[in-house]
C-alpha cells in the first residue's frame, strides 16, 4: 500500500509535469502569435473565399495549439441543444472540427474565428469537401476583438470556447457585459429576464464567474457546459436590427 509520502510526492511529479506541458505550449502559442505578426507586418493577409481578412491584433496569444479531441466534440454534443435555426460559434476554431461536426450532426450554422490564416485555409478545404459552404463561415480575426464588438456574439444559441486560463477570464468580463449586463440581480444568476437561451462550451479552463451546468473529464482533459439567458429586452433589439 503506497504511504502518504509516496502519495503526495507522486502528485507532486504530475503537478510539475503538468505545468511543465503547459508552459511549453504557451511558449509555442507565443512563438506561432509572433509568426503571424510578422506575416501581418509583410502584408500577408488571407484572401480565401468566405473568409473575412482583418488586421491582426496585437493581443496575446489566446488558445492552445492542439485541437479539442473527437471524442469530446462527440460527448459534447449529445448536451448541446442544436439544430437548423441555431447558430454556434467556436472561438480559436482552429481546423474547424467543432464547426463541422456540429453541422454534420445537427444542420446548425457555424461561424469559425480564428487569427491564423493557415489553419483557416485547412478549415476552408474540410469544409468545402463536405459541401457546408452554405453552413460555415470562418473570420480571420482576434478572438477577443470578435467577442466584442461582432453583432453575430448577439445572435449565437451556443458559443464554443479553448482558451487558456488569462483569456478565459477576459472573455468572461466580455460575456457578461454583452449577454447579461452588469445589474446586481443578474450576478449570480446567470441569466436575465427570461430571454434568449446561450450554451457555452468551454475546453480545458472553467469560465470564471459563471455557474457550471455539467461537467466531465475525458483522458484528463475537461469540458464544461454553461447555460445563461440574456435579457429578452436584448434579444428583441438584436431581432429589429436584423429586420
Known amino acids: 500500500m503506497m504511504d502518504l509520502q509516496t502519495k503526495k510526492g507522486l502528485q507532486s511529479e504530475k503537478l510539475q509535469r503538468r505545468n511543465r506541458i503547459r508552459k511549453a505550449l504557451v511558449e509555442k502559442a507565443r ?3 509572433n509568426e503571424l505578426q510578422q ?8 484572401n480565401e473565399q468566405q473568409i473575412e481578412p482583418t488586421s491582426l491584433s496585437t493581443s496575446s496569444y489566446l488558445a492552445p495549439i492542439s485541437p479539442t479531441p473527437r471524442n469530446h466534440i462527440s460527448v459534447a454534443l449529445q448536451k448541446l441543444h442544436l439544430n437548423s435555426e441555431s447558430l454556434l ?7 474547424g472540427r467543432w464547426l463541422i461536426e456540429s453541422c454534420l450532426a445537427t444542420k446548425c450554422r457555424s461561424v469559425g474565428v480564428d487569427v491564423d490564416p493557415d489553419r483557416l485555409l485547412k478549415a476552408r478545404a474540410v469544409i468545402d469537401r463536405h459541401g457546408l459552404n452554405e453552413k460555415i463561415a470562418l473570420h480571420q480575426r482576434d478572438g477577443l476583438e470578435f467577442l466584442r464588438n461582432s453583432s453575430l456574439v448577439l445572435e449565437a444559441s451556443t458559443l464554443i470556447l479553448y482558451l487558456f486560463r488569462d483569456a478565459m477570464k477576459e472573455v468572461s468580463g466580455i460575456l457578461r457585459d454583452r449577454l447579461i449586463g452588469n445589474s446586481e440581480e443578474n450576478d449570480d ?8 437561451l446561450v450554451q457555452i462550451l ?3 479552463f472553467k469560465l470564471p464567474g459563471f455557474t457550471i451546468t455539467w461537467q466531465q473529464t475525458l483522458s484528463g482533459l475537461s469540458i464544461y457546459l454553461y447555460h445563461i439567458s440574456k435579457p429578452a429586452a436584448q434579444a428583441n433589439s438584436y431581432t429589429e436590427q436584423k429586420k
Not at 460559434?89 to 481546423?95: E, K, M, Q, V
Not at 444568476?189 to 434568449?196: A, I, L, S, V
Open 31 to 33: 512563438e506561432r502569435f
Open 39 to 46: 506575416k501581418s507586418n509583410n502584408g500577408n493577409n488571407l
Open 89 to 95: 460559434i467556436d472561438i480559436g476554431c482552429g481546423d
Open 189 to 196: 444568476k446567470n441569466c436575465g429576464d427570461t430571454g434568449q
Open 202 to 204: 468551454s475546453i480545458g
